[in-house]
């Protein structure tokens, strides 16, 4: 048999494979045999090699939720929170809190497919590869009878709009039925799916927890997994996701980062688009024009609150289209268009409340999933953040099931604990937040955490200048994934854990799209986290956010408003415009380029793209990188 180990050409007549193994694994819910052969060849084949005790074909209906929710909460997996309407918690194993980048790899035959040839030095921290023989190793000691005991669940999804062009079709198997509940909410989940595909192409996402029964480690917080085996490995030349061990978010709802990002970047690369970890708004100013903006942000760094910002200006709208992931196409006029591929929120909850993020908060009021947060005694759920907006006595259960109370130490909830909400019902969703044709798209927004030297907004000099902005991007960690502390790290394009090919390839890719008839959209860098001498941050954030937006459109309708200076065009002084807020913030702070800190940024962002893209770096971005550091040099 083949390293894939899904047979191929030739092949039987596919009732003779199916009907005789299917003969031992029953079909508790739906019609296999109803479904198109080349479906049913996926299904028997992992059914065999994982061996589960039932299939459940899945329709993405509500009576199908409900039977799954009350399963549940039966079992305690999941809680009710009766303070709303269809409202569940649930806390994992603390094992199993967050992505875990160093157990997650691009399998390819060649290995410069997937990563850069990097330099002696390099820590390989733009993206892993593991061989296809390698690959084959590990799943072999993972994977056979991983299912034993355990249902097989069949859910067929849909990213982006059904039936828009820019879409794209994926099954993913999984033995979890909480990562059930929230593809449901994620992706476009329905057994139209099954006939949409037919015999075409689909992304294979095989997920498990890693558990066969019987199982003899201890279970905690009903949730099985298996943190020491976790392993999640890329297809792209198949079209194929296998995560094992783990349930949280980016390692198990596949078709948010291990296809959206990582797999479809490949088949962006190979059909001319982009896809991008970047959320997509659409802001009309008081005159009435609207502009759509796509930005990217390294996890937890603030997409999900751009996106549905609540504008602290008089008579500006913003609605939001995507907060996470968006796949971009210029189309024959060379206008650049936008899908948001998910069809929910999975946002951050620590921080979000009805001051800073009021329409996340509409938006999860029914019919949404918590993983991670606490709960208080009314039935309601709670997070750092929430303190003045929850009775300041009352009982709350922390996500690890301890009694707190607002004062005492330590966290109620997990930092990177979890809301998931249907997109549908944020109250800002864009009306063509479902246009199959997608959203224009006028402007690109690079940004991390970047407390010290990094002003407020730059915009680019020129499409190559923005990449190298792209490229050069760095933040602050955070808990979106397993690294420990605060540190600065570079995330190139924001996309360093979601790299789905060789990060020299990428650059390129993007630098490629700068020729007729496309209209390349603006560029700009911005950081809302820049920190004082007394370690505040020197920007209000959130809905004043919407001032920086205010001159990024007023740039696009081509105001004299911006200066040249060594990192880019900055705003001329007072532009921005901070009516009602003077006296909260410092222009010159905010704004100040502290020369040896740039000095050695960009020394540090040149010996880091050298080191690990190597020979794969383009030579137009080294070009840029060059000016960029003569610039800073003659400051
Ligand atoms: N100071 C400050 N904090 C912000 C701002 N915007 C977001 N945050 C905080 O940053 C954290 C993450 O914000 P999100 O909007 O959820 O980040 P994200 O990029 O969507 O994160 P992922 O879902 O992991 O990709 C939250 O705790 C927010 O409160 C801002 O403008 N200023
Ligand atoms: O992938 C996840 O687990 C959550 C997420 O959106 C990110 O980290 O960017
Ligand atoms: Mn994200």
């Avoid at 990097?118 to 390698?134: D, I, M, Q, T, V």
């Avoid at 078709?255 to 802001?283: P, Q, T």
């Amino acid at each position: 048999m083949p390293l894939d180990e899904e047979p191929e050409i030739p092949f039987f007549e596919v009732h003779e494979i199916v009907v005789p193994h299917l003969g031992h694994v029953p079909i508790v819910k739906g019609d296999f045999t109803g479904l198109p052969k080349k479906i049913q060849q996926f299904i028997a084949f992992y059914a065999d090699y994982m061996k589960p005790r039932g299939i459940f074909i899945c329709d993405g209906s509500d009576e199908e939720a409900h039977m799954v929710i009350n399963k549940l909460l039966e079992r305690g997996t999941l809680h009710h929170l009766p303070k709303y309407e269809e409202n569940y918690i649930c806390s994992t194993d603390p094992q199993d809190v967050a992505r875990v980048e160093g157990k997650t790899f691009i399998c390819t035959k060649n290995k410069h497919t997937s990563v850069a040839r990097s330099r002696a030095g390099a820590k390989g921290g733009l993206g892993l590869w593991l061989s296809p023989e390698e690959a084959k190793k590990e799943m072999d000691e993972r994977w056979p009878g991983c299912m034993a005991g355990r249902m097989m669940y069949v859910l067929p999804f849909c990213m982006g709009p059904l039936g828009s062009p820019l879409s794209k079709y994926g099954i993913q198997l999984t033995d979890s039925n909480y990562v059930l509940l929230c593809m449901r909410i994620m992706t476009r989940m329905s057994s139209q799916v099954f006939n949409l595909i037919g015999e075409g192409d689909f992304v294979k996402c095989v997920h498990t927890m890693g558990c066969p029964r019987p199982w003899r480690k201890k279970v905690v917080n009903h949730w099985p997994c298996n943190p020491e085996k976790v392993l999640i490995l890329h297809f792209p030349e198949e079209h194929k996701v296998k995560s094992f061990g783990s349930g949280y978010g980016g390692n198990s709802l596949l078709g948010k980062k291990c296809f959206a990002l990582r797999i479809a970047s490949n088949l962006a690369r190979d059909e001319g688009w982009m896809a991008e970890h970047m959320l997509i708004m659409g802001v009309t100013n008081p005159a009435g024009k609207e502009r759509f903006i796509a930005a990217a942000f390294p996890s937890a760094c603030g997409k999900t609150n751009l996106a549905m910002l609540k504008p602290s200006l008089p008579g500006w709208k913003v609605r939001v289209v995507g907060d996470d992931i968006a796949w971009m196409r210029f189309n024959d006029k060379g206008e650049l268009y936008g899908i948001n591929p998910e069809s929910g929120f999975f946002g951050v909850a620590p921080g979000t409340n009805w001051k800073t993020n009021p329409n996340a908060m509409a938006s999860f009021q029914k019919n949404s999933i918590f993983t991670n947060v606490a709960r208080t005694a009314d039935g309601g759920y709670f997070w750092e953040g929430m303190e003045d907006e929850v009775d300041k006595d009352i009982e709350i259960t922390t996500w690890l099931g301890q009694p707190w109370k607002i004062g005492m130490p330590g966290k109620a909830a997990h930092p990177n604990s979890r809301f998931t909400a249907p997109a549908s019902q944020c109250p800002i969703i864009h009306p063509r937040w479902e246009d199959p044709e997608g959203v224009p798209i006028h402007a690109l927004l690079f940004g991390g955490r970047r407390p010290e030297g990094v002003p407020l907004v730059i915009e680019s000099r020129s499409w190559e200048h923005g990449v190298m902005l792209g490229a050069s991007l760095k933040s602050e960690t955070t808990a979106a994934a397993e690294f420990k502390g605060k540190s600065i790290m570079h995330d190139p394009m924001a996309m360093r854990p979601f790299m789905g090919y060789n990060f020299g390839h990428y650059l390129q890719h993007w630098l490629d799209f700068n020729k007729p008839p496309n209209k390349m959209p603006k560029i700009y860098h911005v950081n809302w986290f820049r920190v004082g001498k007394d370690g505040r941050f020197l920007w209000p954030g959130f809905g004043e956010n919407i001032r920086v937006i205010d001159w990024i459109c007023r740039r696009l309708d081509g105001e004299d408003i911006a200066v040249d200076s060594a990192v880019g065009m900055l705003p001329k002084k007072g532009s921005i415009d901070l009516t009602g807020i003077e006296d909260k913030v410092n222009w010159d702070e905010m704004f100040t380029l502290p020369k040896d800190y740039w000095q050695s940024d960009i020394r540090e962002t040149i010996e880091f793209l050298d080191t690990e893209v190597g020979d794969d770096l383009p030579p137009r971005l080294r070009q840029e990188l060059n000016e960029q550091e003569e610039r800073i040099k003659k400051m």
